[in-house]
């Protein structure tokens, strides 16, 4: 007879599996996911109050740099150096607002007596489109999961709605009559 089976000559399990040309981009994703969270700060974190007690208890810092307008990164003057200019990152801590940061730093300034050019702060951004392309990533991977998931299920390219729908073989009564009645009735 014919043979039986989808068309191709592919086997149910061959047609739902994925291909390794369609998984390179989430693999690919992913990786790009992991690199970016182990691009992190080499210094500790700290808490803002853990700052300004080292300031208000004579600390050498010698300027702080705004990154993005969340995190502050506190460097020292380093004796050590040949260089008076140079200094050393020692750490950083989170900034809730910049207009609090601000504020912070003023009171700082005349908590310990200095002179509005002490305790410099810089502002910086790092590039925009880097952080703006590895905020997609997770929802790219979520999507990349949902469409590989709808792909695998059941129905094949139906996707969720193919759930009820089985391979069946069509019936024909008048040509797939396997029983006869001379099996079913006794000879006499």
Known sequence: GPPSGPPGGQTPNSMNA???????????MTLLLLASTRAGESRPEVSYQKFRNDVVGGAPVSRLQVIDGHKARVYMHDDTSQSPTQDTYLYYFTIGSLDMFDMGIED?????????D???????????????????????LLIGFFAMSLRNAPGGRGGIFGVGKGNFKKYNELTNVKVSFSNVAGME
């Open 118 to 140: 002490a305790l410099p702060v810089t502002y910086t951004n790092t590039s925009g489109w880097m952080r703006f392309l590895l905020s997609l990533v997770p929802t790219l």
């Open 18 to 28: 994925p291909n390794a040309g369609s998984m390179i981009p989430f693999i690919l």
């Open 108 to 116: 700082l300034r005349r908590h310990v007596k200095a002179s509005p």
